[in-house]
């Protein structure tokens, strides 16, 4: 069992920069690929990033690239955003999942409780 606790969420102005945190349980082969997801009120869950644990393989929603970098450092994975926009606004959630890449959230097996994100215009 793999237990994410995400944190790092709030308030902020377009512009502002904000990192989020997910705490990872313990390493396992469940963890082989972390992702944030997040989800905006009234819309469907979506892919953010994705990286695998070893930091090698990095993946970006095109939405994001060039503001967002993904990083683990021990048994945290972060999510440093920069120059956020209003539409990033959204509850952001850490998963886990086995096996190779994917940017399908059905394929993720641990999902945290999220952290909301509110950027105001």
């Known amino acids: 069992q793999v237990q994410l606790v995400e944190s790092g969420g709030g308030l902020v102005q377009a512009g502002d920069s904000l990192r989020l945190s997910c705490a990872v349980s313990r390493r396992t082969f469940s963890t082989n690929y972390m992702g944030w997801f997040r989800q905006a009120p009234g819309k469907e869950r979506e892919f953010v990033a994705a990286?695998?644990?070893?930091?090698?393989n990095i993946y970006y929603a095109d939405s994001v690239k060039g503001r967002f970098t993904i990083s683990r450092d021990k048994n945290t994975v972060f999510l440093q955003m920069n120059s956020l926009k209003f539409e990033d606004t959204a509850v952001y959630y850490c998963?886990?999942?086995?096996?190779?890449?994917?940017?399908?959230?059905?394929?993720?097996?641990?999902w945290g409780q999220g952290t909301q994100v509110t950027v105001s215009s």
């Open positions: 998963a886990a999942k086995r096996g190779p890449r994917s940017l399908n959230e059905a394929e993720y097996n641990y």
């Open positions: 990286i695998n644990w070893g930091g090698i």
